[in-house]
């Protein structure tokens, strides 16, 4: 060995034994924490994708039941609207035509008895 290193385990030998040992003794529990750190990671990420698969589920569920609530409020709110429109302008359209009906003359003329009587003169020829 010509590293300083080697050279002085070279010169040391009970401490390189004792090195040895070491290195030796520690594999077992390095490698156990090793494993534990991948296995903790594993379950860890698969732990991540089902909880997030879980929870993307279980919003997308709820946001679809909201939206399909909020379609079915949208319809009913624009069909009341609809109905109250057609309602008001039919009671508008009726209480201008009431206002608008011809009054009766002084004379008695009414515009149609004339158009009436008009329609059976040319029955008549």
């Given at each position: 060995?010509?590293?300083?290193?080697?050279?002085?385990?070279?010169?040391?030998?009970?401490?390189?034994?004792?090195?040895?040992?070491?290195?030796?003794?520690?594999?077992?529990?390095?490698?156990?924490?090793?494993?534990?750190?991948v296995l903790t990671s594993l379950a860890a990420f698969v732990?991540?994708?089902?909880?997030?698969?879980?929870?993307?589920?279980?919003?997308?569920?709820?946001?679809?039941?909201?939206?399909?609530?909020?379609?079915?409020?949208s319809l009913v709110i624009s069909g009341t609207i609809?109905?109250?429109?057609?309602?008001?302008?039919?009671?508008?359209?009726?209480?201008?035509?009431?206002?608008?009906?011809?009054?009766?003359?002084?004379?008695?003329?009414?515009?149609?008895?004339?158009?009436?009587?008009?329609?059976?003169?040319?029955?008549?020829?």
């Amino acid at each position: 060995m010509k590293s300083p290193v080697g050279q002085y385990l070279d010169r040391h030998p009970f401490l390189t034994l004792t090195l040895l040992v070491f290195v030796a003794v520690s594999a077992v529990p390095v490698g156990f924490f090793l494993l534990l750190v991948v296995l903790t990671s594993l379950a860890a990420f698969v732990g991540v994708i089902l909880l997030e698969g879980l929870v993307i589920s279980v919003g997308g569920l709820s946001l679809l039941c909201v939206l399909c609530g909020l379609g079915f409020v949208s319809l009913v709110i624009s069909g009341t609207i609809m109905v109250s429109y057609m309602v008001v302008s039919s009671l508008i359209n009726y209480w201008f035509s009431l206002r608008l009906l011809p009054q009766h003359n002084s004379s008695g003329d009414c515009p149609l008895a004339m158009k009436s009587a008009h329609i059976e003169g040319l029955y008549q020829e």
